[in-house]
């Protein structure tokens, strides 16, 4: 979910150091945040789907074949096209533009649209859609109105809006960009995972700021979008890892975030629970090591040491980046948690996933 409009009790009139970041309940009114949309767009092929209701519950909507958002050097420009649906086209007119609000101008009108239309949108001269725009409990007497022209016109406010997205061309949907910000509350977002080996691990500094791999099997989130996803609010972390006696066990993290480039994303852990042990707390606080950048405290470079990736100190206690070597027990560069088989063992199954408390 990048928005979602229920109710009214969420202010949209906001600056645009608000909108940069995500804000209200994601059990109801919300917005996810414009430096999150650039940094889980930026790469790959994405599609938008928009759900609007009117008053008389009837139900429409429109759908994108793709879509992405710009930099903040670019003012998060919407890239949108591919229309399909039933409400009616009130978007590819802003495909192209960048987002205003009302401290930030950067729509083609003379005056401020987003002071105009009491929004913050992607707005031209200015709208066909406002989405943003103000919730008034379906009244259909102002431009202000949360509103899609092609449906009702610009004067109605509509009684519910979501805008939503998903990677294209990935067979399993319950992946990052659709179930961390569902409304089910148990839903948790993949991290990482191994299951066969099949995916290469031992990348370079810039394949882990990216994501790679497939969801629906060998899997990594990216650096970047891990640091986009937990730089504000609170987070939980779980790692469910199976040995190949088939015995499972997690542990399970009750603060988890991952800081910036600039602090070379470097991992926040604590609050451990579980039956696994922890073999993470170790590495709380350190900075990530890759093969080609080496920040552990180490004096060699623990990531060519143990054939991986991660929050090295001196090496580590986990090493779940490491090489998938098929339940061998004999060597250090294993895929390993410590407490649960040592340096040595290489897990059958690792999982990692987070969610917001």
Not at 51 to 69: G, P, Q, W, Y
Request: glycine share 8%; with cysteine; proline share 2%.
């Amino acid at each position: 979910v990048i928005q979602r409009r229920t109710d009214g009790s969420e202010n949209f009139y906001r600056t645009w150091a608000e909108y940069q970041e995500k804000f209200g309940n994601i059990y109801n009114e919300f917005w996810l945040g414009l430096e999150n949309l650039h940094a889980l767009t930026r790469t790959g092929s994405y599609e938008l789907r928009i759900e609007l209701e009117d008053c008389a519950n009837i139900r429409k909507f429109a759908k994108f074949s793709s879509f992405s958002i710009g930099s903040v050097e670019e003012q998060y420009s919407l890239t949108v096209s591919g229309y399909s649906g039933n409400a009616g086209d009130s978007l590819t007119y802003h495909n192209g533009r960048p987002f205003t609000t009302k401290d930030v101008d950067n729509d083609s009108n003379g005056g401020n649209c987003a002071v105009i239309e009491h929004g913050a949108w992607w707005y031209g001269s200015c709208y066909t859609s406002n989405l943003n725009g103000a919730y008034l409990n379906c009244q259909t007497t102002t431009d202000h109105a949360s509103s899609w022209r092609t449906f009702h016109g610009t004067k109605y406010s509509l009684k519910f809006i979501e805008m939503k997205f998903r990677p294209i061309k990935i067979s399993n949907q319950s992946d990052i960009y659709t179930t961390f910000t569902a409304i089910k509350p148990r839903t948790m977002a993949v991290i990482q995972r191994r299951t066969d080996g099949s995916e290469n691990f031992y990348r370079t500094w810039a394949d882990y700021q990216e994501k790679f791999g497939n969801l629906s099997n060998e899997f990594w989130l990216g650096l970047a979008n891990l640091h986009a996803l937990t730089r504000t609010g609170s987070y939980e972390l779980r790692i469910e890892l199976e040995d190949c006696a088939n015995i499972t066990k997690f542990a399970k993290f009750s603060s988890f975030s991952i800081g910036s480039v600039e602090e070379q994303y470097s991992l926040t852990v604590s609050g451990y629970s579980g039956n696994a042990g922890d073999s993470l707390t170790y590495h709380n606080g350190r900075p990530f090591t890759t093969k080609n950048v080496d920040n552990d405290s180490n004096g060699d470079n623990c990531a060519v040491a143990a054939h991986g990736a991660w929050w090295y100190g001196s090496c580590y206690r986990s090493n779940l980046n490491g090489a998938y070597l098929n339940c061998q027990t004999t060597t250090y560069p294993a895929a390993s948690w410590y407490t649960f088989h040592g340096h040595q063992y290489s897990l059958k199954f690792i999982e990692m996933k987070f969610r917001p408390i």
